[in-house]
């Protein structure tokens, strides 16, 4: 079956620290897999995606890379701000229908 | 872009009365949409999966006649929370698929309910 397992949080880290929020997958067949974060009291932006093997994706200076050979999909900014402070949910989509399966999900927050 | 609204942002009722809770997509036409349960600190739970012009896909545990779920055109679909009870409160989320994506959904801004 289709799974995510996403690093506990949370995680606190000072203003332009290194970020990791690693993410692992067990799928059937080959599955598109995506980041999204929620701001408090909002609902899921997608953040950044990838839909097959070896593809990076990036923005506002977060990347993830898929990796099919460890199933994971880590999730890294070079240097975090007090505005990434939010939800990171690891996701994957795993058939035709487009169903999502979410991590549970890690807070981060960023001090100044 | 592709936008995705929710209204209510926040609803509080009493127990006992059903609240119908609106998602549409603005700027696309979304043949599927899904609709979340969101609780406190937790992840996401699927509670059914929408499409357009047909009865929707309740996941396992979802009691249908309590969520009741229209998607009646490309752009909106309601859920309708039925006699309210306060294990009911959550945030509820919606998220649409487009017609030309298999993969990408475009998440609303979620629903507070609060029931008393």
């Known amino acids: 079956g289709n799974s995510v397992t996403q690093m506990e949080g949370p995680v606190t880290l000072s203003e332009e620290a290194f970020l990791t929020i690693n993410c692992t997958y067990t799928?059937?067949?080959?599955?598109?897999l995506f980041w999204y974060v929620q701001y408090p009291g909002e609902g899921l932006q997608l953040l950044l995606k990838?839909?097959?093997?070896?593809d990076k994706g990036s923005n506002k200076g977060f990347e993830a890379t898929y990796r099919k050979e460890t199933t994971s999909f880590h999730l890294e900014k070079g240097s975090v701000q007090v505005s990434d402070s939010a939800v990171y949910f690891c996701a994957l989509s795993g058939s035709t229908l487009g169903r999502l399966y979410f991590g549970r999900g890690t807070q981060l927050t960023v001090w100044p | 872009g592709a936008v995705v609204s929710q209204h209510p942002s926040r609803v509080i009722c009493k127990s006992g009365t059903s609240v119908k809770i609106e998602c549409r997509s603005l700027?696309?036409?979304?043949?599927?949409m899904f609709w979340y349960r969101q609780f406190p600190k937790k992840s996401l739970m699927l509670m059914a999966t929408?499409?357009?012009?047909?009865?929707?896909?309740?996941e396992q545990g979802v009691e249908k006649d309590k969520f009741l779920i229209n998607h009646a055109s490309l752009t909106l679909s309601t859920l309708t929370v039925t006699s309210a009870h306060p294990e009911d409160s959550s945030f509820y989320i919606c998220?649409?698929?487009?017609?030309?994506?298999?993969?990408?959904?475009?998440f609303g801004p979620g629903t507070r309910l609060t029931v008393l």
């Open positions: 998220s649409a698929r487009r017609a030309s994506s298999t993969d990408t959904q475009y």
């Open positions: 990838a839909t097959k093997a070896d």
């Open positions: 799928a059937t067949g080959y599955p598109s």
């Open positions: 700027d696309f036409q979304a043949t599927t």
């Open positions: 929408s499409n357009e012009g047909s009865k929707a896909t309740y």
